[in-house]
């Protein structure tokens, strides 16, 4: 079981749904943290409520150059948690070019602007602990899911490089597969959303698997179950079941 108290934690994504309840949890856990977002205002609230040590980092992560100042700022630290993302539902049919470029620019090139200045540092100390967010949709390809499905994809396969990399090397990743979670971006959807989780909810989940020694987690259980397994079925079947 991975030891959290007193280490030193950057949630990059922390200003509100689940990067917020983490930060709470994890505050709790006696973690210290940096919080970063591209705003700061609520930050600052967030850090001002929690009941351990927690500063504020500006970093917007489409912005090379403020990743870059941020990480400076930020320094070394015992842990990163990637939470940042954006979120437009569309069909192809429906294909907004500068919604779907800051999908991939924030969800999916935004990781790697943080990555690039955090890993490195990492593995020349033969330390570190790296948690990235993908998504159940990132399975495989979904329905008015154009940019958003296709950047976590895209983030959940450069996990897994990370980490078949750095197995053994001290330097732990982790992956987290949320389900939907009830927040500012999902209210944006206007269909069903089974086994909907409430933030605090999918943070706890996330704090098992911090704690754990496994790479991989998909939460809900249940509902997880159905996207990894469509990665099973032949391709007309999975398209007669998941597509329009």
Same mark, same amino acid.
């Given at each position: 079981?991975?030891?959290? &108290? ?20 994890? &505050? ?8 970063? =977002? ?45 939470? =940042? ?10 294909? +907004? ?9 924030? +969800? ?22 790296? @948690?990235?967010?993908? &998504? ?36 732990? @990743?982790?992956?987290? @597969? ?45 509902? &997880? ?20």
């Amino acid at each position: 079981m991975r030891k959290l &108290s007193g280490k030193t934690y950057w949630l990059v994504g922390a200003s509100e749904g689940l990067g917020r309840a983490l930060a709470q949890k994890l &505050s709790k856990a006696g973690v210290s943290l940096v919080l970063s =977002a591209r705003g700061t205002d609520s930050l600052n609230d967030l850090a001002g409520s929690l009941p351990g040590p927690a500063r504020v980092v500006a970093c917007d992560v489409s912005d090379r150059a403020s990743v870059l100042a941020a990480a400076q700022d930020v320094g070394a630290v015992d842990g990163l948690v990637f939470l =940042a993302g954006v979120y437009w539902p569309q069909p192809a049919q429906e294909w +907004n070019a500068e919604q779907v470029e800051a999908m991939f620019d924030v +969800n999916l090139t935004g990781a790697a602007r943080v990555l690039g200045q955090v890993v490195p540092a990492m593995v020349a100390r033969g330390a570190g602990h790296v @948690v990235i967010t993908g &998504s159940l949709s990132g399975y495989r390809g979904l329905p008015g899911a154009i940019g958003y499905a296709s950047s976590k994809a895209g983030l959940m396969h450069l996990a897994e490089s990370i980490h078949c990399d750095l197995r053994g090397t001290g330097v732990d @990743v982790q992956l987290a @597969v949320p389900g939907f979670i009830r927040t500012r971006l999902t209210e944006k959807n206007d269909f069903a959303m089974p086994f909907i989780m409430e933030p605090e909810q999918a943070a706890e989940e996330m704090m098992i698997l911090m704690r754990s020694d496994k790479f991989h987690r998909a939460f809900p259980k249940l509902f &997880s179950l159905v996207f990894r397994g469509g990665n099973f079925l032949p391709d007309w079947l999975y398209y007669r079941v998941f597509g329009r």
